[in-house]
């Protein structure tokens, strides 16, 4: 494969990571702290239309990550390098990336449950339970990082 397709498949995959990447920092780290501060109307009103974008967005984008991640492994020739480091740390990171894809669909799934939630106490368990959720998927992304500068000095 040429050099410069591989440049293009590696910064495609940098840049849809760090959209999926910087999208969970933002939310774990601004909006669903501000969320959770807001009068329950407010939470409701905001989260109904922001949970909406989210999943026509994410999803997507994730699997952009995940599919250029094979390609850009299927373009080095990863299957033949399980004698080292690198093929057995891009396998850890699949699995870690399909691991986070499927996470996202049952966070999907309570964000639907919380737009057909009135506000009050059960609105406000659901959205600690996503908040809940979208840790356990940062701490996934930790992760990632790590397999993927592993990656980059050959390991």
Known sequence: ?????????????????IFWFGGVLTADFLILPVLSGLKPDTQKEFSVPFGARVERVVIP?????ILLGIVRGIS??????????????????????LGLLSMLPIISTQVHRLQATEAGPQFA??????????????????VILGLMIAMRFGY
Request: hydrophobic share 70%; proline share 2%; charged share 10%.
């Open 76 to 97: 080095v020739n990863v299957f033949s390098r399980f004698d080292v480091a690198y093929g057995w740390t891009w396998l850890a990171s699949l699995i870690v990336g």
């Open 61 to 65: 984008v994730a699997a952009i990550v």
């Open 125 to 142: 368990a659901l959205l600690d339970r996503i908040k809940a959720l979208t840790v356990v998927e940062l701490l996934g992304f930790l």
């Open 1 to 17: 494969m040429p050099v410069w397709v591989q440049i293009v498949l590696q910064y495609a995959h940098i840049f849809f990571a």
